[in-house]
């Protein structure tokens, strides 16, 4: 059953907009957020990607016949309000998520690399996102389409790594395992990124392809895959045609975030 959108209304911060969720939940867009993140990027069959993508997007080709995709555990310590203003209380009970997304140029439909990135644009399309509360499956669907559903998240992100494994949600804590991650910390600190950096995230909503603008700060480290590992369930595996060998890994022990509304985007 699709979702009522939510109610959107001047905001008292200026070009903030308030919107209130079908829960009743209350936030501020841009929305906010202050984040652990631990993930890594796999090998993938293009062909089974572009499958998985919706008109307008193309899977990145990173070889002939070969794409990649992303799983990235994110455990959230802030989500919405305002980090300069300790009385703005607009915001969601913290939780944990776990992303599949399939790196994705816009507008560079072609098999070869190179012409692939002339004139496209880079992004991360939301192929899956479970979320470990409610209030965060309105906030992702109402507001950006994002695939969000209830699932049970265990995540680890202590001095000795980021840890995340990812399961069906059942009462008695006995759901199938899905995907198990685990990224060891930056040996050193060299490579660490402390630079803004500005992503898009595709979704889709009501038929249409919404771009979102992410800005991004904090302590990222992108490097080689040693110290990472990742399990995948069999049929989910299948689906994305990926090898379960990272061949990159991703680490942000503190990183901030701020989340812009979706846009549509055409074809063209």
Known sequence: MRSSPPSLLPSAFGDRTRVTLSTGHEIDLPLELDFAMGGVTVPARRSRLEALLPDGLSALAVAPGLS?????????????????????????????????????????????PIAQLAGGEIGGYVHWLPVTTDASVALGREIWGYPKERAAIEIDDGPKGFRCVVADDRDDGRGRERVRLAVAPPRTRVGTDRRERTLWCYT???????????????????????????????????????????????????????????????DA
């Open 204 to 266: 889709t909503r009501d038929g249409d392809l919404l771009r979102t603008r992410a800005e991004l700060w904090g302590e990222i480290a992108i490097g080689t895959p040693i110290g990472a590992t990742l399990e995948v369930e069999p049929e989910l595996r299948a689906e994305l045609g990926c090898w379960p060998r990272p061949i990159a890994r991703l680490s942000g022990p503190r990183v901030r975030a701020r989340l812009h509304p979706g846009e549509p985007v055409g």
């Open 68 to 112: 990649c995709a992303t799983f990235v555990g994110i455990r959230y310590h802030r989500v919405g309000g305002r980090v300069d203003d300790p009385e703005d209380n607009v915001a969601l009970e913290p939780y944990d998520e776990f992303a599949v997304i399939v790196p994705a140029v816009r507008n560079g439909r072609t098999d070869v």
